[in-house]
């Protein structure tokens, strides 16, 4: 098993940033990847950012792409999601997710709100 634990969240404007955080324990060797998804309320889970643990390689929706930086550091088992050039429709409740070698993405958090004003 893999718990993740989210931090960061919080309100900003318009054009804003916020740095959040999700710092996995339990079974970390068995995660390959990381990643981040966004809800608002009446809307499915929307996918944002993903990485492989193993070499970095990152993914991004087009919604985000160029403004938001996934990043992780292996040996806190720790991954963040910069967010630049926030904008309203950015609200969300922020959920991070992990995955192992032979399954999607299992373990997830309890989500960080994310509020931009303008």
């Known amino acids: 098993q893999v718990q993740l634990a989210e931090s960061g969240g919080g309100s900003v404007q318009a054009g804003g940033s916020l740095r959040l955080s999700c710092a996995a324990s339990?079974?970390?060797?068995?995660?390959?990847?990381m990643g981040w998804f966004r809800q608002t309320p009446g809307r499915e889970r929307e996918f944002v950012a993903t990485i492989n643990w193993s070499d970095g390689r990152t993914y991004y929706s087009d919604s985000v792409k160029g403004r938001f930086t996934i990043s992780r550091d292996s040996q806190k088992s720790t991954e963040y999601l910069q967010l630049y050039s926030l904008k309203p429709e950015d609200t969300a409740v922020y959920y991070c997710?992990?995955?192992?070698?032979?399954?999607?993405?299992?373990?997830w958090g309890q989500g960080t709100q994310v509020t931009v004003s303008s």
């Open positions: 339990g079974r970390t060797l068995s995660i390959a990847r």
């Open positions: 997710a992990a995955g192992t070698q032979f399954s999607g993405y299992e373990y």
